[in-house]
């Protein structure tokens, strides 16, 4: 298939990524150091109507049903008083991070912290579809947002940065002396969203109760991977800051015409967490391009029992989730570190472009005159547009940039990507890791479209189409071989995988 690069294509990509990359993860002292630990949550709701990412369609907000937050962490290793390394985590209440925006929010705290390194700077999404835009220009749908009375996507991207360098101005001055915790528990959020068909096509959310359909394409990933992290006396206090990765998208109410940080709030609600609080959630994406917190089948039966139930989808999935961070911290707490190996990488991949074919230009032709013939007034038209933009550009831009972080936290990685991934590449990495812990979040630093496996671009159906991807399969494992290949370098103590042993 064109998609894919021949063997050969594929030998040399990896060789000059290679050649190109200083392997610093392994020249790295791997010492136990002292963190010091800091954290703030900041309200981004905006006081007048905004434009909603995350559907084909127009929609201005009617108004909020909850608030759209950012929580920040920060973390700064130091031995002997001398700083090692640091990060400042975010995670904010948006459907995707881009580039333009990473790069401000970088700009801005480089004013406010000069001491610390913007590059060590980590944002990721929860991936609500009810929540501000961020940028016209830099994003694959093109919406009709009136020039009066709604907040523009760039002045909420500057309202959003301004806030977000304020609450990590907060964290950066009140961190203090931290321990940390690390602990796993399973609860069921995410499920596969693919339905397959007896022709061996695929479909997003596809009908399941029809003659054709033959099971759902790939797996899931039920754990839920969670950090805790204290700057006092754990026994005294709720954590300062609890990591809570799990492989689903905040979706729920994704059609809705309210602001909605759909079923984060509800975890935040749940566990006393607000922004004038003392104790604060980052809810973190694990690989999930494919999963949804939603069954495609056996929906009348789900229904039911949250009528029984008497509460809304997204408080019956935060209830599942909160319950799984309550017990796991009451086991944890035994075991807190107070000094732990801290490391902290940034990588820019190169990596290959999926590329358009003369098939998929026809399609998209064909799809652009059908949508202007009925007056299509959604984005599709312009979706495809831009696959002819990059069918004409691919020769000359058949590889892209993306950028990673690998952080060790004790017996715990975290990798991070730019991309909707699909849950297999996440469970690859999982479970090579010579980490006893390993958390996968998306999302990071620059939406770049999903990235499906080779099975689910064999299936076709959206987010596993062209248009749906920048990147092809072979950049998937790309980035697992690189992200597996940094993680196991800063456990060089380790001799086999903690998670898939």
């Known amino acids: 298939m064109e998609f894919l690069a021949s063997s050969r ?29 800091g954290a703030a949550m900041v309200d981004i709701t905006p006081d007048q109507p905004i434009a909603l990412a995350g559907q ?3 929609r201005i907000s009617q108004g909020g049903e909850t608030p759209i937050t950012a929580s920040v962490l920060v973390i700064e290793a130091l031995e002997n008083g001398k700083k090692m390394d640091e990060v400042i985590l975010v995670s904010m209440d948006v459907v995707a991070i881009i580039t333009p925006f990473t790069e401000t929010v970088r700009a801005k705290l480089a004013k406010r912290i000069p001491e610390f390194d913007p590059r060590k700077l980590i944002l990721t999404a929860t991936h609500t579809h009810t929540s501000g835009l961020l940028s016209v220009e830099n994003y694959e749908m093109a919406y009709d947002i009136p020039k009066e009375g709604v907040m523009q996507p760039a002045e909420f991207a500057e309202f959003a940065a301004d806030r977000i360098v304020e609450a990590a101005v907060r964290a950066w001055e009140s961190r203090r002396i931290g321990s940390v915790a690390w602990g796993l528990g399973h609860a069921v959020v995410g499920m596969n969203r693919r339905a397959v068909y007896a022709d061996g096509s695929a479909k997003m959310y596809g009908a399941t109760n029809v003659p054709e359909f033959r099971g759902i394409e790939g797996g899931e990933d039920h754990g839920v991977e969670l ?32 602001i909605n940080a759909d079923f984060w709030h509800d975890v935040r609600e749940d566990l006393g967490v607000n922004p004038s609080g003392d104790s604060f959630v980052l809810g973190l994406p694990g690989a999930a391009g494919d999963l949804a917190p939603r069954t495609i089948f056996r929906k009348a039966a789900e229904a039911r029992m949250l009528e029984l139930r008497g509460i809304t989808a997204t408080a019956d999935l935060a209830s599942r989730i909160v319950r799984e961070v309550e017990d796991v911290r009451s086991l944890v707490e035994k075991e807190v570190h107070t000094d732990v190996v801290f490391h902290h990488l940034t990588e820019t991949l190169t990596l290959p472009v999926r590329k358009v074919t003369s098939e998929e230009v026809a399609e998209a032709e064909k799809e652009i005159a059908a949508a202007e013939a009925k007056g299509d007034k959604t984005s599709r038209a312009h979706w495809y547009r831009l696959t002819l933009d990059r069918f004409r550009n691919q020769d000359r831009e058949n590889t892209f940039q993306a950028e990673i972080h690998i952080l060790r936290i004790g017996d715990v990685a975290i990798a991070t990507n730019p991309f909707e991934l699909f849950q297999e590449y996440g469970t690859q990495i999982k479970a090579r890791s010579k980490a006893l812990q390993t958390l996968v979040i998306e999302l990071t630093t620059d939406a770049r479209r999903y990235l499906p496996t080779a099975r689910a671009v064999a299936g076709g159906g959206y987010s596993a189409i062209v248009q749906s991807n920048t990147a092809s399969p072979e950049a998937g494992q790309i980035l697992v071989e690189r992200s597996v290949e940094l993680i196991n370098g800063l456990f060089p103590d380790q001799e086999k995988s903690g998670q898939g042993k």
């Open 9 to 37: 294509e594929s030998v040399l990509i990896r060789l000059i990524l290679s050649a190109c990359i200083i392997f610093s993860a392994f020249l790295l002292p791997l010492r136990a150091a002292e963190l010091r630990v």
């Open 227 to 258: 950090l805790y992290f204290w700057n006092d006396d754990p026994t005294n206090q709720k954590p300062l800051a609890t990591c809570v990765n799990l492989a689903c998208p905040s979706q729920v109410v994704e059609s809705r015409r309210m």
């Open 56 to 58: 084909f369609y127009t």
